[in-house]
T-cell receptor
Framework: LAKTTQPISMDSYEGQEVNITCSHN???????ITWYQQFPSQGPRFIIQ???TKVTNEVASLFIPADRKSSTLSLPRVSLSDTAVYYC???????????FGKGTHLIIQP | GAVVSQHPSRVICKSGTSVKIECRSL??????MFWYRQFPKQSLMLMAT?????????EQGVEKDKFLINHASLTLSTLTVTSAHPEDSSFYIC?????????FGPGTRLTVL
């Protein structure tokens, strides 16, 4: 499974757009890029998944450049409740157990 | 996405006892489920892959005789921590494999005294 690198922590303010970038230089051809959100003492929650270009859903957007060696999770107009750890994972479509990196601890301030 | 439940959400037990944790897929038939463990301030670590009707596959360093996994139906997998010790205290999370992503349960907090 491709290794991922993302910032350990980020800070922002309510109402701002937050972009978290993840590097995955060794991504394989059949790998998807998936982002999860985790609150303390809860299981991770699926946010968004993509393979290439741009994907958007009701909570986030995922930007993937043509070389797919990185991806950026974009959270529009964050609120205090978006304070959580965000994990970027790369893998072959969920067929295997996931290898979690350290994630990005996002702190939103008022 | 799939809805996954775990029971119990929290358990405290004495050292040497065994604890069973259930993972249920409520609206999805899961041929494969996964078990993870998360220590405080750390990331999730995959423990094993639970396959319906067959033996589980354990990750390196995870003792299969200590962490017994049974996946007897398409909606239920159980993890039994046998002869639990304080170092087994952790947050145990299961997941169900969807089409291209995994859906996680809410987790079970195990505290071994």
């Amino acid at each position: 499974l491709a290794k991922t690198t993302q910032p350990i922590s980020m800070d922002s303010y309510e109402g701002q757009e937050v972009n978290i970038t993840c590097s995955h230089n060794n991504i394989a051809t059949n790998d998807y890029i998936t982002w999860y959100q985790q609150f303390p003492s809860q299981g991770p929650r699926f946010i968004i998944q993509g393979y290439k270009t741009k994907v958007t859903n009701e909570v986030a957007s995922l930007f993937i450049p043509a070389d797919r060696k990185s991806s950026t999770l974009s959270l529009p107009r964050v609120s205090l409740s978006d304070t959580a750890v965000y994990y970027c994972l790369v893998g072959g479509g969920g067929a295997d157990g996931l290898t979690f990196g350290k994630g990005t601890h996002l702190i939103i301030q008022p | 996405g799939a809805v996954v439940s775990q029971h119990p959400s929290r358990v405290i037990c004495k050292s040497g006892t065994s604890v069973k944790i259930e993972c249920r897929s409520l609206d999805f038939q899961a041929t494969t489920m996964f078990w993870y463990r998360q220590f405080p301030k750390q990331s999730l670590m995959l423990m094993a892959t639970s396959n319906e009707g067959s033996k589980a596959t354990y990750e390196q360093g995870v003792e299969k005789d200590k962490f017994l996994i049974n996946h007897a139906s398409l909606t239920l997998s159980t993890l039994t921590v046998t002869s639990a010790h304080p170092e087994d205290s952790s947050f145990y999370i299961c997941s169900v494999m969807g089409r291209n992503e995994q859906f996680f349960g809410p987790g079970t907090r195990l505290t071994v005294l």
